[in-house]
């Protein structure tokens, strides 16, 4: 017997269903961290995808946290403002990373 999908179903193709979806979610996980640990080639292709994505404001700040580095050193509040640049840059990279993995893994479980 067989139905839509109904969450906490508690029947064999619901819980199926369940532990199929549980599985991906790992993998995908598993995937963007292995790409996080070592695989330059993947963050670049990332870096691509979201570069000149942000406003004009956030490349000036970013200039100009750059320069005040160049000139102040590490200071905590040049650090304090590169860190909320990062941000904002590593939340746009990783969601891009995800979704390649999301299509990495779903090609795979398709072939
Ligand atoms: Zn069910």
Redesign the pocket.
């Given at each position: 017997m067989s139905?839509a999908?109904?969450h906490m179903?508690?029947?064999?193709?619901?819980?199926r269903h369940e532990r199929n979806e549980e599985r991906r979610e790992e993998s995908i996980d598993a995937l963007v961290a292995d790409w996080n640990r070592g695989d330059d080639a993947k963050r670049r292709e990332a870096e691509e995808w979201t570069a000149g994505s942000f406003e004009g404001e956030h490349y000036s700040e970013v200039t100009l946290a750059l320069d005040e580095l160049h000139r102040l050193g590490a200071t905590p509040a040049v650090i304090e403002k590169l860190h909320r640049l990062a941000k904002v840059e590593s939340a746009a990279l990783q969601e891009k990373l995800r979704e390649m993995a999301e299509a990495e893994i779903d090609r795979g479980m398709a072939a």
């Open positions: 139905h999908y109904h179903c508690g029947c064999a193709a619901c819980c």
